[in-house]
């Protein structure tokens, strides 16, 4: 068995973040089990609790996690602006007993069926060749490419950049995904029927300032400066 604590805090949450520590309850007095590394948010690996999670067995007290978390500020935020949940996988446990010979006949025969289906996979275990995470990639896209440059004056181009990556599991912090995006690929893992994985898509995207001339019924021109709402992709997340 293998137990991992996630914590995701919103997008604002996530650059404020100061202080993370995972503390429990120790005979009635509460003990720091790990300090989350913190830099420039959370670090991008769950927490491993598996001797935790497993201590809690032999325990006759209900199990409880705190969390403490502070801002830049030395505030802690509000329970809306972050969740937290754990997610544990565990290995099938062969059965031992002792089998007859018309016991052993039966399950050769069924074993030896080509009928026979393969046993079902570990949804949370990692694949081998995965694809690269959701991220920012560059685009630069060129004005004269378009053919606009006759009437676009500055700037000549852009960095535009754009959203790819796959958003499978564990989903990291740097994949800024939403609560809806953890859950439908959690989904996804038990059914791969029921939904497809979550999308990497843009989060917050950058106006941008273009001058360019337009052209009046009477021949005459006009330099005009305008500024274009989402135009530059400044963060990607899964969606």
């Given amino acids: ?48 609790i ?40 565990f ?15 039966r399950r050769r025969s069924i074993d030896d069926s080509p009928s026979r289906t393969s046993p079902r996979p570990n949804p949370f275990k990692a694949k081998g060749g995965r694809r690269a995470a959701c991220r920012r990639h560059g685009l630069y896209v060129d004005f004269k490419d378009l053919n606009w440059s006759d009437f676009v004056v500055s700037p000549q181009g852009f960095q535009a950049y754009y959203c790819s990556g796959a958003c499978s599991f564990p989903l990291a912090s740097t994949m800024n995904a939403t609560n809806h ?30 001058t360019f001339v337009l052209f009046t019924l009477g021949s005459e021109k006009k330099v005009i400066l305008k500024r274009y709402y989402d135009m530059i992709v400044q963060d990607c997340g899964c969606q």
């Fill in 50 to 89: 598996t001797s935790l999670v497993l201590s809690w067995r032999n325990s006759l007290n209900t199990p409880k996690l705190y969390l403490n978390i502070l801002t830049d500020h030395g505030i802690p935020p509000s329970p809306s602006q972050w969740s937290a949940f754990i997610v544990g996988t």
């Fill in 1 to 48: 068995m293998e137990a991992s604590l996630h914590f995701v805090p919103s997008h604002e949450l996530k650059k404020r973040l100061s202080k993370l520590d995972v503390l429990i309850d120790v005979e009635g007095q509460l003990s720091r089990f790990s300090e989350w590394n913190i830099l420039n948010g959370v670090d991008n690996s769950p927490l491993n």
């Fill in 91 to 105: 290995a099938s446990v062969p059965r031992v007993f002792k089998e007859s010979s018309t016991t052993r006949r």
């Fill in 181 to 210: 995006a953890i859950v439908q690929t959690l989904a996804h893992l038990i059914d791969r029927r029921k939904t497809s994985e979550s999308k990497c898509a843009p989060l917050t995207l950058l106006p941008l300032q273009v």
